[in-house]
C-alpha cells in the first residue's frame, strides 16, 4: 500500500482547491477595473472588490503552495518509494508541472500586481496551462476512483494514523 500524506499535507492540497476556482471567478474583474481606469472611469466597485480578492487569494495559493512543497520535501525523507511504472514516473512529472505551474503563477501575479504589468499575458496563459492541468488532475483522480478503484483519491481524503 501507498503511504498516506499526512494532515497538513491533505488540508494545505484542499484549501488551495477551494482558492483555485475563486481566481477564475474573479480574473476578469482585473481587465475591467484597469480598463476603467485607463479609459479615466471609475471601476465598478464589485470588480474592484473581486479585483482584490483576486490578489489577495493568489498571494495565499503562493505561500499554500511553498508550504506543500516544503512539507513535501520534509516528507520526501521519510516516506521514500521509488516510481515503480511509467505511469508513476508521469504521475511524479504531473505533480512537478502542476506545483511548478501554481507557483510561478502565484509570483507573475505578484510581479504584475506590484512591480511590472508587461507580464500579464504571461500569467493569462499562466492560467490556462493550470486548467488544462487541473482537468487532466481531476481526470487521473476520477480514472483512479471509477476504473483502477485504488486508493489514491482516498490518500488525499483521509490522513495517515500515527501509531499510539
Do not use: C
Not at 477564475?24 to 477595473?33: F, V
Not at 495559493?61 to 520534509?74: C, D, E, S, T, V
Not at 482537468?135 to 483522480?141: R, V
Amino acid at each position: 500500500m501507498t503511504p498516506r500524506y499526512s494532515l497538513s499535507q491533505i488540508v494545505l492540497h484542499w484549501a488551495v482547491a477551494m482558492l483555485i476556482p475563486i481566481q477564475y471567478w474573479t480574473g476578469g474583474s482585473i481587465e475591467r477595473t484597469h480598463h476603467a481606469v485607463h479609459m479615466g472611469l471609475s471601476p465598478d466597485p464589485w470588480d474592484v472588490i473581486q479585483h482584490h480578492v483576486h490578489n489577495y487569494a493568489g498571494v495565499t495559493i503562493g505561500a499554500l503552495m511553498l508550504a506543500r512543497l516544503g512539507l513535501k520535501l520534509i516528507h520526501r525523507g521519510t516516506v521514500r518509494h521509488p516510481a515503480k511504472s511509467p505511469v508513476d514516473r508521469l504521475a511524479r512529472a504531473m505533480h512537478f508541472v502542476f506545483y511548478a505551474a501554481v507557483i510561478a503563477q502565484a509570483a507573475m501575479g505578484l510581479v504584475a500586481s506590484y512591480l511590472w504589468f508587461g507580464i500579464a499575458p504571461v500569467h493569462v496563459l499562466g492560467s490556462q496551462v493550470i486548467l488544462a492541468l487541473l482537468a487532466l488532475h481531476i481526470t487521473a483522480a476520477a480514472w483512479h476512483t471509477f476504473v483502477w478503484r485504488d486508493d489514491t483519491v482516498d490518500r488525499m481524503v483521509f490522513p495517515k494514523r500515527t501509531l499510539s
